[in-house]
């Protein structure tokens, strides 16, 4: 898998360079995988039956872990379930990570997986499969990458796609098989929870940045405001010790230039 900015005849596969976060979600998924054949060689234990996400668990019992540590987890029976899935974090969440940031693409990789498993749980009716795998997390990916660039060529086993025709042959593969009776062995509900919640996040996440960076200047600006009304109350009452005396504080004054004295400390003040 690969993938080419426009739709030319000269067809060339880009290797994106690493972002941090997409690094250390690979590492993650990949060290997982290793555990899961040491754990099961060693003591015959499925780490999917506690890890991954059932939803007679999850609904049942409350086992809520189970939405976040499902997607580190892969099929034992090959590596293709865990290649394809890095792959697509690599090639596709490398270059959001870079036009979101960290903090975003964060919000988008997990929120999408939480809500590909609660999907899942919502729609399996209490079974006792586990849905294993980052395939939510990386639909949610895909999905906003088709909208952010439709036209980018991905190479699909050597075959060159616009990234929006991919994004929607998934979708409909999944909304297919979703209605359908067959049973695959595959997630099917969890890939659409990945798949709408990335459209949303494509909607309505730049309003809730905004959101949140407003509240998070507000909490600046209040933070600095008390430290310069504390600088304000601490020179007052070092300026009634000198002209008065230590005796002269009250209980309250004392015990705020006690606080004030810690606080210094612990964060290493030095006048």
Not at 15 to 21: A, C, D, I, K, N
Not at 103 to 110: D, E, I, K, Q
Not at 168 to 188: C, E, K, M, N, Q
Request: proline share 3%.
């Amino acid at each position: 898998m690969g993938y080419h900015h426009g739709f030319d005849a000269g067809y060339r596969m880009m290797l994106p360079r690493w972002t941090p976060l997409v690094r250390t979600l690979i590492i993650a998924n990949v060290a997982v995988f290793v555990l899961q054949h040491l754990v099961y060689a060693f003591s015959g234990v499925e780490l999917s039956h506690y890890l991954g996400v059932r939803s007679d668990k999850v609904l049942g019992e409350l086992w809520l872990w189970q939405v976040v540590t499902y997607m580190f987890l892969h099929s034992r029976a090959g590596v293709f379930h865990l290649l394809f899935n890095m792959l697509a974090l690599y090639f596709f969440g490398t270059q959001l990570e870079q036009m979101l940031g960290r903090r975003h693409f964060s919000a988008l990789y997990f929120g999408g997986g939480v809500v590909g498993g609660l999907a899942y749980c919502i729609t399996q009716h209490f079974s006792q499969q586990p849905a294993i795998g980052a395939s939510a997390a990386v639909m949610a990916i895909l999905v906003v990458c088709a909208i952010h660039f439709p036209d980018q060529i991905v190479f699909l086993f050597f075959i060159p796609v616009r990234m929006r025709w991919l994004a929607i042959g998934l979708v409909g593969v999944d909304l297919l098989y979703s209605i359908g009776p067959r049973f695959t062995g595959v997630a099917h509900t969890a890939h659409l929870g990945g798949a709408l919640y990335g459209y949303l996040f494509w909607r309505f996440g730049p309003a809730v940045g905004q959101l949140l960076d407003r509240l998070d200047d507000r909490k600046r600006e209040q933070r600095a405001k008390r430290l310069a009304d504390n600088e304000q109350r601490l020179d007052e009452l070092l300026d009634k010790i000198s002209r008065k005396g230590f005796d002269s504080l009250s209980r309250r004054e004392r015990d705020f230039l006690t606080e004030q004295s810690k606080r210094r400390r612990d964060r290493g003040y030095r006048s």
